[in-house]
């Protein structure tokens, strides 16, 4: 979906950053959908593309100019799913449409509607060994030999170095790229340093909300009228519903809902 590239010494790989997040992927945390997500474009584009969602904060009065404009902890305003309300929705509309106006920023994610009904016994795995899956899932679609890609996850607990370890390896060893040609590298950033792992955060929230929403997870919670605003502006920006497979060459909203079959792994 990234496009051909000519990788010889006189041209070299095009590159691209690779922003992933995730979100409910314990196995026992009493949350039915899980999702994953990530948000990639030309890396001689990221800090343009950054600069830009930053200047819609500081046009929404959530940033200066100059700098960021810190709270009590000393971290600037990190976008959030978590956060979405209708006061500020706006403000999260604003960054959708930043999204979908930049040809050259994607997304892809992935729903599992149900992860209390995996049978890892059946594969001979545990739920840390099909997490590592679903992120090659992921992110291998994304990845086109003939060009060159760093990814970022967000630091998020003390396992955030082992699980970027391994999914280095895995992903290399998918590529047949022991030498890290292809994939450069797989690094931790913290996400309040990130407009583009925010906007992940924020595009996969809107996802996750809308199937939790479909199978009935939510019914016993308030209906969050900013968040439902923010989830019609992407399903009216991508004219797609956020709750079926996409066609699989989809490059801008590239959506997978993964079913365990018998046959076997994947969907």
């Known amino acids: 979906m990234s496009g051909a590239s000519s990788n010889s010494p006189t041209h070299p790989p095009e590159r691209f950053n690779v922003y992933c997040d995730e979100s409910c992927h314990l196995e026992r945390d009493r949350i039915p959908v ?4 990530c948000v990639w474009c030309p890396t001689d584009r990221a800090a343009v593309f950054a600069k830009r969602l930053r200047e819609i904060k500081g046009a929404h009065g959530l940033a200066r100019p100059d700098e960021y404009q810190c709270g009590d902890t000393g971290h600037p305003f990190e976008v959030k799913w978590s956060k979405v309300s209708a006061a500020k929705v706006a403000f999260y509309q604003d960054w959708v449409d930043a999204f979908f106006d930049e040809p050259q920023l994607h997304f892809r994610g992935i729903v599992i509607p149900d992860k209390s009904k995996l049978d890892h016994n059946q594969f ?7 997490y590592y899956k679903m992120m090659y899932l ?18 998020k607990d003390t396992r955030s170095e082992q699980r970027r370890a391994k999914l280095e390896e895995v992903l290399r060893n998918s590529a047949r790229d022991a030498a890290g040609q292809v994939i450069e590298r797989v ?3 913290r996400s309040h ?21 479909t199978i009935g ?12 605003e923010v989830v019609r502006r992407i399903q009216r920006r991508s004219n797609k519903s956020l709750t079926s ?8 909203l590239n959506l997978l809902v993964w079913e365990q079959r018998s046959g076997g792994l994947w969907a």
């Open 34 to 37: 899980m999702t994953l997500g």
């Open 124 to 130: 001979e795995q545990d739920h840390d060994q099909w």
């Open 138 to 155: 992921l992110v291998d679609r994304v990845i086109n030999p003939k060009c060159a890609y760093r990814v970022f996850l967000d630091i």
């Open 187 to 189: 690094q931790q950033i």
């Open 193 to 213: 340093e990130s407009e583009l792992l925010q906007l992940a955060d924020l595009l996969l929230g809107a996802v996750g909300y809308q199937n939790r929403r």
């Open 217 to 228: 997870d939510l019914k016993d919670q308030p209906v969050n009228a900013g968040k439902m």
């Open 245 to 252: 497979t996409t066609w699989q060459g989809e490059a801008k």
